[in-house]
């Protein structure tokens, strides 16, 4: 159900595609609210960086849209039936993975995101640091409560990045990989990470926080010269720079279409889009555990979402955590 804030962005879109006025009586009449509410809206959507032209005996008119996150842009025109119905968006935060774990022990409803301009504590996997600075890339974690059982969620890590490699191979000059289990690379370089984590029982899934960082519109002066060499974004393979509004709703409407697709048909299409965008398949790997660290060639993913790998001798191995390193 859309929001008065959204019907009004719809109306004055519309009246504004014609080049026309709308006048504040009129809008008060389609929103059923009153013109003191109507003024309120404005103002509110002003600070979202729409400009608004209010001309005396014509009405209003959007001049033009806001080039900036917020919970309006996001949600305008999203179109998704559960996914971002909900979203709390903070101009900076330690970490939107953090906030998410709050908002979802506050009972947060399913579908809700959390997303940020910048995080200045951005956490990654084996709580890592996440690069993650203002305004230059998508921080968000998205709170999911499935049914399913707790150890088919590392799953979800691995639809989550089919997801996100399907969206980037629509852009053009970008050929993305997914890395074994949670990294998208372009040209061998890092540009997205994922983070899953759960609260569960011993049968139960009470909610999946699955946190997204992808790199937009770096250029590679933006990054920590010791990173220079690994990481890269859109802007620097594509040579432009992208709207973060545009490429945030493609990722949620795939998003939610995938991931009700998993639910109603389970993982194994998921393993065969992943063995498609796997990076170093049938190459040599070195595999670090707790335990031991070991040789082998990468055969792809097994339909629980384990890394496949045959040693020297032949013997083929599931490996569910461990470093990966490849030669």
């Known amino acids: 159900m859309q929001s008065t804030r959204n019907k009004l962005i719809e109306i004055l879109s519309e009246t504004s595609r014609k080049n026309d006025y709308i006048s504040g009586q009129l809008l008060s009449e389609k929103l059923g609210i009153s013109r003191s509410a109507i003024w309120k809206h404005m103002n509110e959507l002003k600070k979202d960086g729409y400009i608004i032209e209010g001309v005396s005996r014509k009405g209003y008119k959007i001049i033009s849209f806001p080039n900036k996150l917020s919970e309006n842009t996001i949600k305008w025109g999203l179109e998704t039936n559960w996914l971002g119905h909900h979203i709390i968006h903070k101009e900076s935060v330690l970490s939107t993975q953090k906030l998410a774990h709050i908002a979802a022990l506050e009972g947060a409803e399913h579908g809700t995101i959390v997303i940020a301009d910048e ?51 629509e852009y053009k000059d970008i050929t993305p990989q997914i890395k074994w289990p949670n990294d998208i690379l372009i040209n061998g370089k890092k540009v997205a990470g994922i983070l899953t984590e759960m609260q569960a029982e011993q049968d139960k899934v009470l909610y999946i926080v699955i946190g997204i960082g992808l790199n937009v519109n770096q250029s590679l002066k933006s990054f920590p ?16 720079i992208l709207n973060m509004t545009d490429l945030i709703q493609g990722i949620i409407k795939s998003f939610e279409e995938k ?16 063995e498609k965008y796997g990076f170093k398949i049938n190459e ?20 629980d979402g384990a890394l496949l790998a045959e040693r020297n001798q032949g013997e083929i191995e599931r490996v569910y955590s461990a470093e990966i390193s490849w030669f």
Request: hydrophobic residues 35%; aromatic residues 8%.
């Open 119 to 169: 995080q200045t504590s951005g956490k990654g996997r084996a709580d890592r640091s996440f690069h993650s600075k203002k305004n230059e890339g998508i921080w968000m974690s998205l709170i999911l409560r499935p049914d399913i059982l707790p150890y088919e969620a590392p799953q979800i890590t691995l639809l989550t990045a089919t997801i996100l490699a399907q969206v980037l191979d």
């Open 225 to 240: 010269e010791e990173l220079q060499s690994k990481v890269t974004s859109l802007s620097i393979e594509t040579g432009t």
């Open 259 to 274: 991931f009700d697709l998993y639910l109603e048909q389970g993982f194994p299409h998921i393993k065969t889009t992943w």
């Open 284 to 303: 040599l790997l070195e595999i670090t555990t707790s335990q031991e660290t070991w040789q082998g060639k990468f055969l792809g993913i097994a339909e």
